[in-house]
């Protein structure tokens, strides 16, 4: 009776039929039983490599040299095998156990190709190996796209110095009257603070506001740049009338209390840990940690990211102020915000929160038993960008002494990672007032499925993110709202190439 094999694993066939030709061997009548038993020997084997070649070829073997032999080998059995019964049983043997022991070497050489256990392995490994790559293509990305986003552009460093050359050329032309203007300090009119280094970002957002005011005459800009960009900055706003609009532009330096005894992140940016945060050059400490690498953008370096938490110092006989940051661009006059009521609160912004995103959670480290017990994780996150501030309730809120309690306890960064959010989030806790959405829409420097009709009524767009209108990976199709507020008629914008 023959043997029929279900699923015949090739190695249980070889041994089986070892053991039957081994007990072929000791028959008491060697002729015909080893006749036989070759001849069994042969079918199982001519089917197990009839299996392997099918096999080869359905896997599409890289070593097409297997699927050969493997077939070339089922068609010696198959001649072979149609020679039986054999007319010289010795020679039959002969080239049985021939074509036999051709088959066990073939067999064994290529079972690493056929195990499953083994090619399951193997494809975890090429798995884990890919993901290795894929993980480090991945922070390479993160780090180019981080370089990309905050250097300074050919023709944004054309500009700046173009403008400061305009400046050391004609000082007498720019320098700034002995008694300020009364209009810089009258809470009557309505006050916009914008800290910026960049002079053509800072252009659009007076630009576009002043362009979508109704009485350009009653808005005043309080620009405030670094030393280095001041002469820009003058330049750039004098160069031009603004419809009547009130500008002054001032360096962090013209303010005196900003300093490392008064300023706890002052203070924090001249410790050597910090340092070696952000000047570490090698690729793969600046990209260990992925997940918060936007945190090591150098802005972070800069005061002109703090200043929003020393708007009463700063103008101390304003009663309101809206805070805008350079990246965003006003669409329609902004007055409304002035009438709104703020109900004692201190910070008029858009709420981001929907579902688990852009909670407290996200921001602070609850795991800290301080963040833990004073605030909740589940808390709405808001917007910096366009931030409407009651400069009253700061005060009696005492929001910058609170500040500078929570920057101090942060100098080890345990509580939130850097930026000017999270110690945001903080100190307006319950003091925040939620504005319509449509007074602030985000994103539209990482979003490319953000709706134009939702563009379209929004009072400001912000371009929060990478990709910055003025930079070349900037998304085209919300390029033109942005673009359409830059001074191409300026001669020096004309001579450094700035693309319309």
Known sequence: ????FRNPNPISVLLFSTLLFSTATSSPDPTRARGDLLRKQLTDLSSVSSLYASSSRKLSLETSKQSRLFSQLSQNFSILLSSYPPKDVSRFERDARALISSARALILASKDSFDPQLKIQRLKDAIFAANEQLTKAKKSGAFSSLIAAKSIPKSLHCLAMKLTAERVARPEKYIDP???????????LYHYAIF????????VVVNSAVKNSKDPSRHVFHVVTDRMNLGAMQVMFRMKDYAGAHIEVKAIEDYKFLNSSYVPVLRQLESANLQRFYFENKLENATKDTTNMKFRNPKYLSMLNHL????????????RILFLDDDVVVQ??????????????????????????????QYMNFSHPLIKEKFDPNACGWAYGMNFFDLDAWKKEKCTEQYHYWQNLNENRTLWKLGTLPPGLITYYSTTKPLDKSWHVLGLGYNPSISMEEIKNAAVVHFNGNMKPWLDIAMNQFRPLWSKYVDYDMEFVRQCNFAA
Not at 1 to 4: D, F, G, Q, Y
Not at 344 to 360: I, Q
Request: glycine share 4%; with cysteine; hydrophobic share 40%.
């Open 308 to 319: 929003r938490f020393y708007l009463p110092e700063m103008y101390p006989k304003l009663h």
């Open 332 to 361: 329609r006059d902004l007055t409304d915000l002035w009438k709104i009521d703020m109900d004692g609160k201190v910070n008029g912004a858009v709420e981001t929160c929907f579902g688990s995103f852009h909670r407290y959670a």
């Open 178 to 188: 002995v008694h300020p203007a009364p209009e810089l300090e009258d809470p009557r």
């Open 1 to 4: 009776m023959a043997i029929r």
């Open 196 to 203: 910026s280094d960049n002079v053509l970002a800072a252009s």
